[in-house]
Nanobody, 122 residues
């Protein structure tokens, strides 16, 4: 499975932005999907995940209530809608595909996209 993330950019604090991930080369609907992020000098951290059918979502506490993950199995895409962005949300965002019910750990995921930069300014 090949994953291509897009949609990052620069936004002011309090604003909104969405990042998207397009999958190809596999059976997208059989994979759980996740978003992770990595800020400079920090480890990659879990942001959100969604099960293969879209029925089970999970969010890091730091983004719960602000971010929403969704998927379209007909279009082979997963979307992360980010609202009320904070400066500390600045990072490179990565999408990943893996177990049907993915966990918060990177080892749950087999395939990774190249990342897209999200920068939140004051």
């Amino acid at each position: 499975v090949q994953l291509q993330a897009s949609g990052g950019g620069l936004v002011q604090a309090g604003g909104s932005l969405s990042v998207s991930c397009a999958a190809s080369g596999g059976t997208f609907s059989s994979y759980g999907m996740g978003w992770f992020r990595q800020a400079p000098g920090k480890e990659r951290e879990f942001v959100a995940s969604i099960s293969w059918s879209g029925g089970v979502n999970d969010y890091a506490d730091s983004v719960k209530g602000r971010f929403t993950i969704s998927r379209d199995n007909a279009e082979n895409t997963v979307l992360l809608q980010m609202n009320n962005l904070k400066i500390e949300d600045t990072a490179v965002y990565y999408c990943a595909a893996g177990a049907r019910y993915p966990r918060r750990t990177t080892t749950t995921y087999n395939y990774w996209g190249q990342g897209t930069q999200v920068t939140v300014s004051s």
